[in-house]
């Protein structure tokens, strides 16, 4: 998000994943930039017989000085309030730590042990295409 500059105060919009053999969307998460946080908006379920629940986080982000000028934004992780540059998303925002250690379904051990074997094999990562689209804030032409 930093890298796309979508991390100015008051930035509103959608970041959205894309199958790369269908092309269908796999993925969206809303986020609304505030002054010291992110408020992540989304729908997830927990296995594919559920409907659909929408879930909001805050997720509170701090700022570094760079050694160049300018800084470098860091996410806090809501569980840990640890310094983080990328959270997990399912039914709850996690550093990779959180998720680890307190994810009972483990679907991402079982996913980062899929890619090692893949990647051991040589066989192409099927990772979905990452897109974001920036929508202006309400009241701004
Ligand atoms: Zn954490």
Redesign the pocket.
Known sequence: MQRESLLNVGEIGSLRWTSQQTGNMTGRIDYEVQHDSVCFKYNVRSNSNEALRPYEYFVPVTHTPCNYGGSRAWFE?P??L?R?AVLYIDERI??R??HKFNYIKGTWQERDRMYKVREKLGWPLLKDVYVWQRIKPKGMH
């Open positions: 992780c569980h840990y640890k983080v996690a550093c730590t959180c």
